[in-house]
């Protein structure tokens, strides 16, 4: 008969495998025989019916642990199901793609640990009602945020230093910029743009100079009592 170990044994680095507490498929990047030593996994996509989805710091194979080290660019793309993601802490990167399509999709907490979010990552996520980029974040691409039409409030900390073209444009509901940008790394009209009159940035003490000379409307500006 089969044991753990023998089936543990049979795993091997590009096989794909389904997760048995959450219906994940994953793929092995890594593979390991040995409980003391955790083999390493892609995540591929979720449960074609889940609703609420934690994407995990290490799932267990047949005995062995094995580490969520990247989450595949479009895992999540177009699904139409998926109102709740929560990212662990062994994730670096949310791809281009991700999240894109994603229309029911209402909230996504990300860890510290994310350091670019990819073009595309959040288009169309219509029910999203807002979001804080964490801040280790330096990049964010192109379209990132584009038609999040539900999108309320964002908050930006002051270590991005590249934000795309377009990143919130078609933001239709967009109020509330929480920016924390000394000077900020990127005009208004490129790239924060929401298509609303009524968006207010709120940035740090005097430093409004700073983001007029970046095309800011002065009348949108307010800055933060500290």
């Not at 919130?168 to 009159?197: A, G, H, I, K, R």
């Amino acid at each position: 008969s089969f044991t753990l170990k023998s089936l543990a044994s049979n795993l091997k680095a590009n096989q794909t495998v389904a997760d048995a507490q959450s219906g994940a498929t994953l793929t092995i990047t890594r593979a390991s025989a040995d409980a003391s030593r955790p083999g390493e996994v892609k995540y591929m996509k979720p449960d074609a019916n889940a609703t609420a989805v934690t994407v995990p710091d290490t799932v267990d194979l047949y005995g062995v642990p094995y580490k969520v080290t990247a989450v595949e660019a479009n895992a999540f793309k177009g699904n139409k199901k998926v109102q709740s993601v929560v990212i662990s802490a062994s994730v670096k990167s949310i791809d281009k793609d991700m999240f894109n399509g994603c229309t029911a999709l209402k909230k996504v907490k990300m860890p510290a640990t994310i350091t670019m979010i990819g073009d595309n990552a959040f288009k169309n996520c219509k029910s999203l009602t807002e979001i804080a980029i964490p801040d280790a974040v330096t990049k964010i691409g192109k379209s990132a945020f584009y038609g999040c039409k539900s999108l309320q409030s964002v908050t930006i900390p002051s270590s991005v230093t590249s934000i795309g073209m377009s990143c919130f444009y078609d933001c239709t509901e967009l109020v509330d910029y929480q920016l924390y940008w000394e000077t900020p790394p990127v005009t208004w009209n490129s790239s924060l743009m929401p298509n609303n009159t009524d968006t207010y940035f709120t940035i740090p003490q005097g430093t409004t100079a700073n983001y007029t000379a970046q095309n800011f409307p002065s009348d949108k500006l307010i800055e933060r009592s500290e």
